[in-house]
């Protein structure tokens, strides 16, 4: 009877426990749709009226996570593409087929690994940036002062990186398959195989549906990597460690959530055929 008097204490916690974890889930969850009705609303406001939008705030953060973001993007980039050409030449020399090591090489980088790599880093290196930046401004009461100068934060603060990140992840995923394919071509060459024949095979095995198909992606997951950030930079609490919690938070909610959208993108272009 002992026993069960004091097992009985520990059961309840944990049921509480999973219970207090499940409601702030749900309301996580309300809180993101909530952010994503405003953001749709206000960039529809800004596709009537331009001006709403400052030009010097888009370009700037486009300035910062774009080319800011091309030195890491590209060396990543291309030592992915050389350890996939490594990789992927070791089975298809059993069969004497090292030479298609270039078509699938070009596919995955143009398809999934360029947009993947792309949005991936820029989560950690950008959206991150947007947490911590937006949640600093927040524990600092600076929201609610743009709140009572009359300014949205959402749309003051929240849609130029929206934007910036529509136009910085595609060029980011181009750069990202570019070096990528620059690092398959040293494996290639050491291969034995002239650099026109790579070329050729890259140009024959991938089409323009690729390359489409891996651009409108990469827009996908370029918003869903800047509404994160400024969701969680929003959302941030109080105390010294709310900042810290965001930034951690935007990144794993922007990796989790980039791989969901890498699957919806599988099964609609299995579907379509691509």
């Not at 143009?110 to 949640?135: C, M």
């Not at 995923?173 to 650099?195: E, K, M, Q, Y």
């Amino acid at each position: 009877a002992e026993g069960a008097d004091t097992a009985t204490p520990g059961r309840s916690g944990f049921v509480q426990r999973v219970g207090h974890s499940a409601v702030e889930q749900m309301a996580d969850l309300r809180r993101s749709v909530v952010f994503l009705g405003q953001i749709i609303v206000t960039l529809f406001q800004v596709a009537l009226r331009p001006r709403l939008v400052r030009g010097r705030d888009l370009f700037q953060v486009a300035d910062r996570a774009g080319i800011g973001a091309v030195p890491i993007v590209a060396l990543v980039a291309f030592l992915l593409g050389l350890i996939l050409a490594f990789q992927s030449a070791i089975p298809m020399r059993r069969f004497g087929a090292e030479i298609f090591v270039a078509d699938f090489l070009g596919i995955a980088m143009f398809r999934e690994l360029g947009p993947l790599l792309a949005a991936i880093l820029l989560t950690a290196r950008s959206g991150s940036a947007f947490a911590a930046e937006i949640g600093t401004m927040k524990v600092n009461e600076e929201l609610d002062a743009l709140t009572t100068m009359g300014l949205e934060p959402v749309r003051f603060l929240a849609i130029p990186r929206v934007l910036a990140a529509m136009l910085v992840v595609p060029s980011l995923t181009i750069i990202t398959a570019l070096a990528g394919l620059a690092g398959g071509a040293v494996v290639f060459l050491s291969l034995g195989f002239p650099f026109v024949t790579y070329v050729n095979r890259i140009a024959a095995a991938t089409g323009s549906a690729d390359l489409v198909g891996g651009l409108a992606k990469s827009l996908v997951l370029g918003v869903i990597v800047a509404v994160v950030g400024c969701m969680r930079g929003m959302s941030t609490g109080a105390g010294a460690g709310a900042v810290g919690e965001s930034t951690t938070g935007s990144v794993v909610t922007g990796i989790t959530l980039i791989a969901v959208a890498e699957g919806i993108f599988a099964v609609l272009f299995f579907v379509m055929g691509w």
